[in-house]
């Protein structure tokens, strides 16, 4: 079964309203090829005015991240019933930022994604050791535990639709990125992590690489066999950079 590949640009915390739409308007002009998904995710003060700037595109939207309750007194938070009626289809979740800075836990992470598929969204679930772990050798145990503890309560038909973003800390907005073959080996651990529980379904998981993805080295990741996109950050902030990214993947 072959799979679509997705890149996605995490813009995190850049971009006024006014400028993701004229990044959104610049990404619109490039001819994108038609057989890569491309996504992008804004912050969320930019979600309602990105989403009117993608109205006939093929460009989908998504958040960087959500509460899991629909609504309530939770001063600062966003729900999924929110990011569906601004325009969203995907949410990045448990992204490295967030559990480093804003005590993001795989448990709190399980239980968004979770609420993610009661409102239909497609999370992008983010795995990713830190350069300690990977220097104790402890890679495979902390995505295997990381993917684990995300997917346990997920059905075989949820596992089919997530994106999983195999992320190493280390490798973040550093400059410093993994090697396709490694990011390959480990994007292999999670699709036979996830299809130790739901079989097959795990075939049809994209699983995306991400950690200083340019348009230098995106054919590398891109390919490789197990890996289906990319998670963009910094390179996703300039539309030429972005889109070159995309074309890698095609
Ligand atoms: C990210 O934050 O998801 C990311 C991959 O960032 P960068 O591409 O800047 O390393």
Redesign the pocket.
């Known amino acids: 079964m072959s799979r679509r590949p997705l890149v996605a640009g995490?813009w995190?915390m850049h971009k006024t309203v006014a400028d993701a739409v004229r990044l959104i308007e610049d990404l619109r002009k490039a001819a994108l090829p038609a057989n890569v998904e491309v996504a992008v995710c804004p912050p969320f003060t930019a979600l309602a005015d990105s989403a009117r700037a993608l109205a006939g595109s093929t460009i989908a939207l998504g958040a960087q991240n959500m509460f899991w309750e629909a609504q309530g007194a939770f001063t600062g938070e966003i729900s999924a019933p929110m990011l569906v009626a601004a325009g969203c289809r995907y949410v990045i979740l448990g992204?490295s930022?967030r559990r480093q800075f804003f005590a993001e836990t795989d448990a709190s992470v399980a239980r968004k994604i979770r609420t993610a598929y009661a409102h239909d969204l497609v999370p992008i679930l983010?795995v990713g050791e830190r350069l300690k772990e990977r220097e104790a050798g402890r890679t495979d145990h902390v995505i295997s535990e990381q993917t684990e503890a995300a997917t346990a309560e997920l059905s075989g038909e949820q596992v089919r639709t997530l994106v999983v973003?195999y992320?190493p800390v280390w490798?973040?907005?550093?400059g410093r990125s993994a090697t396709g073959e490694e990011a390959n080996r480990v994007i292999g651990l999670i699709r036979r992590v996830l299809g130790g529980r739901t079989g097959d379904a795990s075939a049809q998981t994209r699983i995306l690489y991400?950690?200083?993805?340019t348009p230098d080295n995106a054919a590398e990741f891109f390919g490789q066999p197990e890996i289906d996109g990319g998670?963009?950050?910094?390179?996703?902030l300039d539309a030429s950079k972005f889109t070159a990214i995309v074309r890698a993947a095609r």
């Open positions: 995490n995190k992204h930022e983010c973003a992320e490798a973040i907005g550093t991400g950690g200083s993805v998670l963009i950050g910094g390179a996703s």
